[in-house]
């Protein structure tokens, strides 16, 4: 059972997107906006290093469950970024 300030986390994390990453690429003068729009999104995360915005910073939790945020099981590989709870 999680405890009130653990689910208040969990409520608060966002997962960022696609258009997110690259408005935050757009504020650099050296980034190629036009090749980073033909990259996928888990390629974008992987490039920047974040994955969620969490009390309006931003946050790398490559490695754990991008919905409840425990670190993930090699063997939830086919999940992608979910644990099999989530």
Do not use: W
């Not at 974040?50 to 993930?72: A, E, Q, W």
């Amino acid at each position: 059972m999680m405890n009130t300030n653990e689910l208040n986390e969990i409520k608060q994390n966002k997962v960022i997107s696609k258009k997110e990453l690259l408005e935050i690429a757009n504020k650099d003068p050296d980034c190629n906006i036009e090749e980073l729009k033909k990259m996928k999104v888990s390629e974008l995360r992987e490039l920047f290093k974040i994955t969620h915005v969490i009390d309006g910073k931003y946050k790398n939790y490559t490695g754990y469950c991008f919905s409840c945020l425990r670190p993930l099981r090699p063997d939830y590989t086919r999940f992608e970024n979910y644990c099999l709870d989530c």
